[in-house]
């Protein structure tokens, strides 16, 4: 079992550019979580997914972000355009069916910084 | 809206002293579990408790979830620096079909 994997592991980029996250889930996990974490917020959740439909999102922060899960092994949160507040690290977890209050499998994380 | 308090937010002792972590509601949660998160790398469960009172050891770890199912201890006994690093709690919702509420975290430092 490899794990959540996420990528980019570290994104760097410029005001107002487009950044695009991506999530492998575990095999078998049908609940998909992004969250973002950061020293003044600690760990929010943003969004999540069961069976590839968007569950809650009221954690999203605006409209410039929005996340897709196009099928149960792939998802990607977009920020668009970035803001220099956008930077922190991004968190995808995942669940076993129908266990949406977890426990939760996480991947190592993207760290985003947005100058 | 749910919270969970911990405390405290950041503790730093030496090798071999004792410990205790608490995490706090004026909630009641169906289960409370707790999360070790280490730089560089996503948190990594450690228990659930899910029982008004219950207690689980893991080796040198004991977690307790209060009688009233709003707050939850760990305690680290003769701690060791690879003990380090952020410890989470996460309450789950006493009503179904919602999601994980998630502490602050305590930064937990072991110095050799």
């Known amino acids: 079992d490899a794990g959540v994997i996420q990528s980019p592991r570290h994104e760097v980029t410029e005001m107002g550019q487009e950044v695009t996250l991506r999530c492998k889930p575990i095999?078998?996990?049908?609940?998909l979580f992004w969250y973002r974490q950061t020293m003044m917020r600690g760990l929010e959740l943003l969004i999540y997914?069961?069976?590839?439909?968007?569950?809650?999102d009221s954690g999203m922060p605006e409209d410039r972000f929005s996340a897709k899960m196009p099928n149960a092994s792939f998802s990607t949160l977009k920020i668009q355009p970035s803001e220099p507040r956008d930077s922190a690290v991004y968190f995808c977890?995942?669940?076993?069916?129908?266990?949406?209050?977890?426990?939760?499998?996480f991947g190592n994380g993207t760290r985003l910084t947005v100058t | 809206t749910q919270l969970l308090e911990q405390s405290p937010q950041f503790l730093s002792i030496q090798e071999g002293e004792n410990l205790t972590v608490y995490c706090n509601s004026s909630?009641?949660?169906?289960?409370l579990q707790w999360y070790r998160q280490e730089p560089g790398e996503g948190p990594v469960l450690l228990v659930t408790?899910?029982?008004?009172?219950e207690v689980k050891k893991l080796k040198r770890l004991t977690f307790q979830f209060g009688d009233a199912r709003k707050d939850s201890s760990l305690h680290i006994t003769a701690a060791q620096p690879g003990d380090t690093g952020l410890y989470l709690c996460?309450?789950?919702?006493?009503?179904?079909?919602?999601?994980?509420?998630f502490g602050e975290g305590t930064q937990l430092t072991v110095n050799p």
């Open positions: 977890a995942s669940s076993f069916p129908l266990r949406d209050t977890g426990p939760l499998h």
């Open positions: 095999s078998g996990h049908d609940y």
């Open positions: 997914f069961n069976n590839n439909v968007p569950i809650d």
């Open positions: 909630s009641v949660f169906s289960s």
């Open positions: 408790v899910v029982t008004g009172g």
């Open positions: 996460a309450g789950g919702p006493e009503t179904s079909g919602s999601r994980l509420t």
